[in-house]
């Protein structure tokens, strides 16, 4: 039996663009299209982009001022279950900014550093309400859910919004159980 070269070169790219194509097809208007619906629905977001990874789901979205990032987040992550199955949601967030945000931000970075490593959240809140203090104008909430703790600084029209992932405590085997 002699094998032919051309034909069977030809088979193995079409099968190649077939599946490959269904896959790209299935990721761009299976996941991303409907994520980027959502997305584009919940209150405060103004635009989304939506990319895919092995694993994860990276969504940037621009928010507008008075926006509630942990509830942009939980909508999210509820509306769009069927889309992210078991995959990682990774929120990056962005607003309008200013100079006066980010010295804010980089005045208390070392406080909130520390006490995500501590997993001291409260510290995060203390490091807030001491920061309100150092730039009059600015005022800072702060909320946290099981995944994230969500920073949000207003001054006046801006605001800068920040996503600090948990660590959630895990439960170790103790050696006398």
Request: proline share 4%.
């Amino acid at each position: 039996m002699k094998i032919r070269i051309l034909p069977l070169t030809i088979t193995a790219a079409l099968t190649a663009a077939i599946l490959f194509g269904g896959w790209f097809a299935y990721r761009h208007y299976g996941i991303e299209k409907p994520l980027d619906r959502i997305a584009g629905s919940v209150p405060g977001v103004t635009s989304a982009v939506v990319e895919t990874t092995n694993g994860q789901v990276n969504i940037d979205v621009e928010l507008k001022q008075d926006a509630n990032i942990a509830e942009v987040y939980r909508k999210l992550k509820e509306d769009g279950a069927s889309e992210i199955g078991s995959k990682k949601l990774n929120l990056s967030a962005e607003g309008a900014t200013n100079e006066k945000l980010e010295q804010a931000w980089s005045y208390s970075l070392f406080d909130v550093a520390q006490a995500m490593e501590n997993r001291q959240y409260t510290g995060i809140r203390e490091a807030m309400n001491k920061l309100s203090d150092q730039y009059p104008g600015v005022t800072a909430e702060t909320s946290m859910d099981e995944d994230n703790v969500y920073v949000t600084l207003r001054d006046g029209e801006n605001a800068k919004f920040v996503i600090l992932p948990r660590q959630p405590a895990t439960m170790e085997v103790w050696p006398n159980a």
